[in-house]
């Protein structure tokens, strides 16, 4: 049962002295989500309510099948993203099909994460690299941040991109309501001065009360500024929602980029908090909890989310204990939801777009591109083609091109694999590469070469050329010339005609061609291909030191 209910292991052993910890951080957690649940939401197109029920739901299912004490779950500026520009390609007519649409996907998400975990596929997560995963939410911020100049200025923002927007609002400078757009830029200054004041309330709920109050007094509404409106006092009953008018492929794509950007985000941020606060991240058990919490708020009209780096910092800072801190998170929420709402009904859209936009510059990571610069250019570079996509190109976009960005990244990195020639040292153990060691001398009648790296299809004309030019290159009298294979991971069956070939043009200039240290699958694919034969013994050999006995005992 434990298994199936890691609540259970979270809970056993609780201690009495645990609660007032879960209280506390159950309620910060709450006040930190108050603002999120009720902004994000505006950036797909959906009503604040099913921030709302995004945010209590998935606490509860996460709470239930999640592995972890710590982690929180909830909305997220960069799959809200995502799901805003799925939304966007399907034929949805009204506010109530986006909210249908949104709760089906979130269920489709929450099915590919429950049969990735079962699959063991945890490590597609980390399938986007660090810089471009870093180069792609940045881009997607900036998104964010553009998409907010409606709500300051007040005027609707038909174009797209990164420039269109910005010359819209220069055409219709004269429609701009200022009252709007000074009260959105003093709430966003706020932000900015908690911030650098490290205050110890969060800044976005200092700016929820503090527009919610004002907005009450001043009587905003009725001077044109935009309030979000009324919002239902009751949970939603539990319902499947009906997505079978829309079209499937584009349903099932626009889950497949909401789950590889939420997943691979959330688990580099929940691998994070791990290494910091000293707990264990099993990436595939965590895709069964986020599996659950997506289901759960599916079920309820919620929408994708996964884990929340604000209200999981805010659990740990608060020194939550168990999954309590998330169940008393989900009960304020739910409290909030059905005593609170006429409160909530008059906060100014400009004090949310100041929510999102201040979210927004967080989240461009200019330190991580400045790192990224510095211990990797070409990394560097990946990262803007990926930022530029999700900017130029739209979202959806975006992924496939941060994902065709990973796969030739990773093919560029294995197009040119390294050698060595390698040598002894007189009166030491072992073999030295030559270049590196300037006391390295190579054994006579015998070249002995490191490969490091995998041979397949797009690697195997260089490699071949390079063993070429090695053995073109060995002096005369020299009768063997032996691959260390050790570093060799991976042969395909290109690769093997490419040496069965070469070994047997090799064989024509007199130069025998042997291997060392062969791991099993590319020796028995070698052996498949007609690299050599079983009998050939004295071709495939245990090691180096295995291949410089037999061949010395050859010559003598």
């Not at 596929?121 to 964010?144: C, D, E, K, Q």
């Not at 966003?188 to 527009?211: D, Y």
């Not at 093919?411 to 390698?422: G, K, S, T, Y």
């Not at 240290?517 to 590319?522: F, K, R, W």
Request: glycine fraction near 10%.
């Amino acid at each position: 049962m434990s298994d199936r209910f890691p609540i259970l292991t979270g809970m056993s052993g609780y201690r009495r002295e645990w609660l007032r910890y879960d209280l506390t951080a159950g309620l910060a957690v709450a006040a930190v989500a108050i603002p999120s649940a009720i902004a994000y939401p505006a950036i797909a197109g959906l009503p604040p309510e099913v921030g709302l029920y995004s945010s209590i739901l998935p606490l509860l299912g996460y709470a239930l099948f999640g592995p972890s004490r710590k982690l929180m779950i909830g909305p997220d500026a960069a799959t809200m993203t995502v799901l805003a520009a799925t939304l966007a390609t399907l034929p949805l007519s009204s506010p109530e099909e986006r909210v249908v649409a949104a709760a089906g996907l979130a269920l489709l998400v929450g099915v590919f994460c429950i049969l990735a975990g079962k699959l063991s596929l945890g490590i597609v997560a980390a399938f986007l690299s660090r810089p471009i995963l870093i180069g792609f939410i940045s881009g997607i911020s900036i998104s964010i941040l553009i998409g907010q100049i409606g709500r300051f200025t007040g005027v609707r923002i038909e174009s797209d991109g990164l420039l269109l927007p910005i010359l819209e609002i220069i055409r219709k400078a004269g429609m701009i309501h200022w009252p709007s757009l000074m009260f959105g830029l003093a709430m966003l200054a706020l932000l900015w001065l908690l911030a650098r004041l490290r205050s110890p309330i969060p800044g976005p709920l200092v700016v929820v009360i503090v527009a919610g109050i004002l907005s009450a007094l001043f009587d905003f509404e009725g001077r044109g500024i935009k309030v979000i409106g009324s919002l239902p006092s009751t949970l939603p009953a539990i319902s499947f929602p009906d997505i079978s008018r829309l079209p499937f492929t584009q349903i099932l794509l626009g889950a497949g980029a909401i789950w590889l950007v939420g997943v691979s985000s959330g688990l580099v941020g929940a691998r994070s908090f791990g290494a910091r606060d000293k707990f264990e991240v099993d990436a595939n058990r965590e895709l069964i909890g986020l599996g659950a919490g997506n289901i759960a708020s599916g079920l309820f009209s919620g929408f994708p989310v996964t884990v929340s780096d604000s209200r999981t910092a805010i659990n740990i800072s608060a020194g939550g204990r168990s999954q309590a801190s998330g169940l008393v998170a989900a009960l304020a929420l739910t409290v909030l939801l059905i005593f609170l709402n006429d409160a909530m009904r008059l906060l100014p859209n400009p004090a949310l777009g100041a929510i999102l936009a201040f979210a927004a510059l967080s989240l461009i990571d200019v330190e991580g591109l400045r790192e990224t610069w510095r211990v990797n250019r070409t990394e560097f570079i990946f990262a803007l083609i990926s930022m530029w996509g999700a900017i130029s190109l739209g979202v959806l976009s975006g992924v496939i091109i941060a994902i065709a960005g990973t796969l030739l990244y990773v093919i560029l990195n294995e197009m040119h694999p390294r050698d060595a020639m390698l040598g002894r040292i007189p009166g030491r153990p072992g073999f030295y590469k030559l270049h590196r060691a300037p006391d390295a001398q190579p054994l006579p009648g015998l070249a002995l070469c490191l490969i490091q790296g995998s041979v397949l299809f797009f690697n195997a004309d260089y490699v071949r050329s390079r063993i070429e030019t090695i053995a073109e290159q060995q002096p005369p009298g020299t009768k063997w010339l032996v691959l260390d294979a050790s570093a060799i991971a991976q042969i395909d069956s290109t690769a093997a005609v490419m040496l069965r070939q070469l070994r047997t043009r090799l064989a024509e200039r007199g130069l025998s061609l042997g291997f060392a240290e062969l791991h099993n699958e590319p020796k028995e694919i070698l052996r498949r291909a007609g690299a050599f034969e079983p009998s050939e013994a004295a071709v495939v050999f245990e090691d180096l030191e295995d291949a410089v006995r037999v061949l010395e005992r050859a010559q003598a």
